[in-house]
């Protein structure tokens, strides 16, 4: 009887020890990026597709912007110190990042606010249209907003739910707006953002993408994907800390019709006129709708920057080399030296398929969870997602191949002894 064929990282066997992941993080050619970032000791942190850690650089530039420009300079730092700019300096920032051009994109409010507004802009230039198409399993706010709108509109919309493969049926001539999110946040699987688009506009629709797990997590060209719209978070990849504002983009050739119904006065092409009046402002500000939270684009910045400085180390292309690399070694350590345990990979195998985290299910939703929470408490962070998903998000900029050891062995323990197996492990917080 023939032996099974040994799963493969990359073109090689995996790894059989801690050395020799240490040796793969010596010749890590983006080692450098983990210094910017205040990683707590003895954590594996696997939990940054969904909150990034802190850059060293955050607290001083907090510190800059409470005591001085907010302290000392009071009011004057609106000019002196830039405030009134960063929704636009740091989303110029962001647009490197997302292959957008620096006017293209702002940095306010949060996803689902931005998804809002550029949903509704999207359906006023498609006024014939009715149907909005989006996947079933997209995250549950793209879906509460859009039927929140509808609702608000009252002009016999449809939100069109399908499952992925369905996607392009869905498409036709009654289709404004297809809002997809292009990483799924359960199974991590990825769509093209070039080809779902060619496939909207063919059909005369446009196309709205939710990034959240996508930016600063592997290459995104928007404007070579011919995007319409975008919206993405700032608090995960990038590392903007907790409720960090999210980013809008509009492709530059909808900027000159673009209006939004969210028409607040930074939105306003003179906001300290104080007319009566609305009129919106040029370009991508006309996206803007309040005061913009200074302290959280100040953290966002830092966050932002942090990722930045991989330009000088091969860019996004090389986070995504190491992003694979990653990837690929924790799902051939867990279905080589967790095997037997019931962990079913949900992730895509395929590179072009998935995009920066992995996902396995089991059969038992309640020990899923449970595992999840032993994992914690000895230091891997991860994440559980209902109904029964373990996931683990991989963030090239500061995680190590020997991170990846040392969470899959303490994943084999907890399986071996079954050290998930206690009632403080499977009570459910108010956040999984």
């Known amino acids: 009887m023939n032996s099974p064929a040994p799963r493969r990282f990359g073109d090689t066997l995996p790894p059989a020890s801690r050395a020799q992941c240490e040796a793969l993080d010596a010749g890590d050619p983006l080692a450098p990026l983990r210094a910017l970032y205040a ?45 009134i ?13 997302i292959g957008a051009e620096p006017d293209e994109v702002v940095a306010a409010d949060s996803t689902s606010v931005n998804l809002f507004k550029l949903l509704s802009a999207a359906l006023r230039l498609r006024p014939d249209r009715r149907v909005i198409v989006t996947e079933r399993g997209n995250f549950p706010t793209d879906l509460y907003v859009a039927q929140g709108l509808i609702a608000q509109l009252d002009a016999g919309h449809e939100l069109r739910l399908v499952e992925r493969e369905a996607i392009d049926a869905a498409i036709d001539e009654n289709t404004a707006v297809v809002m997809l999110t292009q990483v799924d946040y359960r199974s991590g699987s990825r769509l093209d953002i070039g080809r779902v688009t060619a496939r909207a506009h063919a059909a005369g629709a446009l196309a709205l993408w939710d990034l959240a797990h996508s930016a600063g997590a592997f290459e995104v060209d928007l404007n070579a994907a011919r995007a319409d719209f975008a919206v993405g978070c700032g608090y995960k990849y990038l590392n903007g800390g907790p409720g960090a ?32 009046g609305y009129r919106g402002a040029q370009g ?48 051939a350590l867990v ?62 900029s500061y995680l190590r191949h020997v991170d990846v050891w040392d969470a899959v062995e303490s994943l084999r323990l907890l399986l071996q002894t079954r050290g998930w197996d206690t009632p403080r492990f499977r009570q459910r917080q108010a956040v999984t």
Not at 47 to 73: K, M, Y
Not at 284 to 311: K, N
Not at 335 to 351: F, I, M, S
């Open 335 to 396: 279905e080589t030296r967790c095997a037997g345990h019931g962990l079913r990979l949900v992730t895509p195998r395929e590179h072009a398929a998935r995009g920066s985290q992995v996902s396995f299910a089991m059969d038992d939703g309640d020990q899923a969870h449970a595992l999840v929470q032993a994992l914690i408490d000895r230091g891997v962070i991860g994440d559980f997602r209902a109904p029964n998903v373990l996931r683990f998000g991989f963030a090239p």
């Open 245 to 276: 504002p999210a980013f809008a983009f509009v492709a530059k050739r909808h900027h000159e019709r673009f209006s939004q119904p969210l028409s607040g006065w930074m939105g306003h092409a003179a906001p300290f006129d104080f007319e009566t």
């Open 39 to 83: 990683l707590p000791a003895g954590v594996v942190y696997l939990d940054g597709n969904s909150l990034g850690p802190l850059p060293v650089d955050t607290a001083s530039r907090l510190q800059q912007s409470v005591q001085q420009d907010w302290g000392i300079e009071l009011i004057r730092s609106w000019n002196g110190a830039g405030w």
């Open 85 to 97: 700019d960063l929704p636009q300096r740091v989303g110029a920032k962001i647009a490197r990042l």
């Open 284 to 331: 991508i500000a006309r996206a803007l709708c309040g005061t913009p939270p200074v302290l959280s684009l100040v953290a966002l910045e830092a966050g932002v920057d942090a990722m930045l400085a991989c330009e000088a180390l091969g860019g996004m292309p090389a986070l995504r080399r190491k992003s694979l690399a990653l990837t690929d070694l924790f799902v």
